[in-house]
């Protein structure tokens, strides 16, 4: 079974407005960290932002909100007010502490493309 | 300047010839790993080490070998019994443990192989 599925191949957004990236996941370890990464056409991977499976909050960083919903294993990735440079492929991982040896696993990505 | 190196960015080899991809992170991270991405896909691991002179199969270990000699280093080697090497190869490292930690990223190295 997928670990991480990402429903959305691609996704279009005007400029300026907020755009939400689907995630889902699937583990048993009580212990997770939930990741999203931007790969712009250069290839470089980045870090965006990260969630963990006891965070309380939903995690933000700059623009970057991680919508986490833990019963329905979901982590959403919300970028506000989106810029032409925005447009990437996107990734969410998830990394299990006791299981899957702490690998992380990514899903299939979503690719963003911001309208201006 | 921390981070991860990867050379060369392109490479571009023959059927039937080894090739060996550089990876070297100054981050002081323990794990290590070596990804494939193809045209349009997600990653997928190929080998990964979390502690210098012990390295684990990934999902698609098959046709490529690596070694961990030094805490800074995770050399990959394509072999030649890899059917489809032909690819887009990332190298990442992040700090191990009990705790999660995102992981960084080499900008990559491109194969080719005719």
């Known amino acids: 079974a997928q670990k991480i599925t990402q429903t959305q191949p691609g996704m279009f957004v005007q400029e300026k407005e907020a755009v939400t990236l689907d995630c889902t996941y699937d583990?048993?370890?009580?212990?997770?960290?939930l990741f999203w990464y931007k790969q712009p056409s250069s290839g470089e991977m980045i870090f965006l932002i990260y969630?963990?499976?006891?965070?309380?909050q939903n995690a933000t960083e700059g623009r970057y909100s991680l919508n986490f919903q833990k019963a329905r294993k979901s982590a959403n990735l919300v970028i506000s007010a989106s810029q032409l440079g925005d447009s990437a492929m996107y990734f969410c991982?998830?990394?299990?502490?006791?299981?899957?040896?702490?690998?992380?696993?990514f899903g299939d990505g979503t690719t963003l493309t911001v309208k201006p | 300047d921390g981070g991860i190196t990867q050379s060369p960015k392109y490479l571009f080899r023959k059927e039937g010839q080894n090739v060996t991809l550089s990876c070297e992170q100054n981050?002081?991270?323990?794990?290590m790993y070596w990804y494939r991405q193809d045209p349009g896909q997600g990653l997928r691991l190929i080998y990964y080490?979390?502690?210098?002179?012990?390295?684990q199969k990934g999902d698609i270990a098959e046709g490529y070998s690596v070694s961990r000699e030094k805490k800074e280093s995770f050399p990959l080697t394509v072999t030649s019994a890899q059917k489809n090497p032909t690819a887009f190869y990332l190298c990442?490292?992040?700090?191990?443990?009990?705790?999660?930690?995102?992981?960084?990223f080499g900008p990559g190295t491109r194969l080719t192989v005719t």
């Open positions: 990442a490292s992040s700090n191990s443990g009990t705790s999660v930690h995102e992981q960084y």
């Open positions: 583990t048993s370890d009580p212990s997770y960290g």
């Open positions: 969630q963990g499976s006891y965070d309380q």
């Open positions: 991982a998830m990394r299990e502490i006791n299981t899957n040896a702490g690998k992380s696993t």
């Open positions: 981050l002081n991270h323990d794990a």
């Open positions: 080490s979390q502690i210098v002179n012990d390295f």
